[in-house]
């Protein structure tokens, strides 16, 4: 009798391999490191990985044998900066963890059919999600989980009003939220260790004010110096990294002196901090796209007077912060922070394609996220050995970002560690899967 699936929780085997092979065929291929089209390829995809890619015939032998009839075929998506659990944050006392759960599985169904097969969850989401999807319970993305955020008494991941005077672990910031509270060298030692403990795949730590939050103003500098060292050095010693919330030139500074090795957001960054991160090999994650929301709809999706009142001086800093990072050589990855508004997360390659080259552009959203998550080679690229994620898109991205927009409908067909989850190439009657 086979095991049930939960029985293999704590087995670092995972899911099982599909049953059958898939063979691609009749499509051009988007080499996203080259920025070019490669025609006369086909692809072959055997378990979780891909087996071969060939410029000549393949033959099939058992596989499943798909005509993509010309369309572009691409890496999967990688979204670096997301919360599967956001549209519960503003009312996660109220809601039981198994609602949050299904509220978490719900948006991730939405990411995958958007065609982003790999997420770095950026607070909140924490082990049991990266394993549910691993293991078939949740379709969703491949998950890279920071667990709780790392933050000080009123930094950006304490959720706590004015009026709240309750302490933690009592009120609300520590869970379930995007964050937990830490302040000093030992506790924050003790609460990184905490989130390693849990399975977390990267620290993210609070370094700076921020938008969303109600107490702290964008220009706080939150943590001392020996604060951000220790988190960097307890992540470090376990051979993981830490991604920092930094929109301030000043605070991004100060990540990159502690060691931090990602930057999210750094709307507010200068020269000088571009030069610096550059030539400390730091990445940056912009994410233009929640600001843009937020300046526009933000009232609407419950955001406080005070959150409106703080977003105009950090949308303005959108596409000069693209402009700096770009000029100075920072290599960036693609974010969202779509955290009540995960319909809008593809926005995102519109808002930096009026800035940057498309190519660069669809590299941030594939080989400079595989970096940025130590699997260059791995994901972000159509080679042998890679991980099977794949789109195939109607028409070419190159060209034209908002293929790339909205919910899905110009991507035909996604392939998400090896499984077809999506096939509307060979019409309703033989797309019995769909995300």
Known sequence: MPRLPLLNYLDDAGAKAPARAILLRNFALLDAKAGELVSRCEVLVQGHTIAEVRRDSIPAGDAEVIDLGGRTLMPGLIDLHSHILGECFPVAPKMLPSLMAASAANVMRGMLGRGFTTIRDAGGADYGHKRA???????????????????????????????????????????????????????????????????????????????????????????????????????????????????TAESVQRCVEAGVRTIEHGNLIDERTARMMAQAGRYLVPTLTIYDVIKRSGRSLGFSEASMQKVDAVWEGNARSLELAA?????????????????????????????????????????????????????????????????????????????????????????????????????????????
């Open 133 to 247: 999807v691993e293991l078939g319970l949740f379709p969703g993305p491949r998950l890279f989980v920071s667990g709780r955020a790392i933050s000080q008494t009123g930094g950006h991941g304490d959720s706590r009003s004015q009026a709240d005077t309750r302490e933690p672990p009592m009120c609300c910031a520590q869970f379930p939220g995007i964050g937990r509270i830490a302040d000093g060298v030992p506790e924050v030692r003790k609460a990184v260790r905490d989130e390693l403990r849990m399975g977390a795949d990267q620290i993210k730590v609070m370094a700076g004010g921020g938008v969303g939050s109600i107490t702290d103003p964008v220009e706080y500098l939150q943590y001392s110096m020996e604060e951000l060292q220790a988190v960097v050095d307890e992540a470090q010693r376990a051979g993981k990294y830490v991604m920092a919330h930094a929109i």
């Open 327 to 435: 000029a100075a050589g920072v290599p960036m990855g693609f974010g969202t922070d779509v955290a009540r508004c995960p319909e809008f997360q593809s926005q995102e390659f519109l808002l930096r394609g009026a800035v940057l080259p498309a190519a660069d552009v669809i590299r941030s959203a594939t080989t400079v996220g595989a970096e940025i998550l130590r699997l260059p080679g791995k994901l972000g690229t159509i080679a042998p050995g890679a991980f099977a994620d794949l789109i195939a898109v109607d028409g070419n991205p190159l060209e034209d970002l908002g293929l790339l927009s909205g919910q899905g409908e110009n991507i035909s067909l996604i392939v998400a560690n090896g499984v077809l989850m999506k096939d509307k190439v060979r019409g309703p009657t033989d797309s019995n899967r769909d995300v």
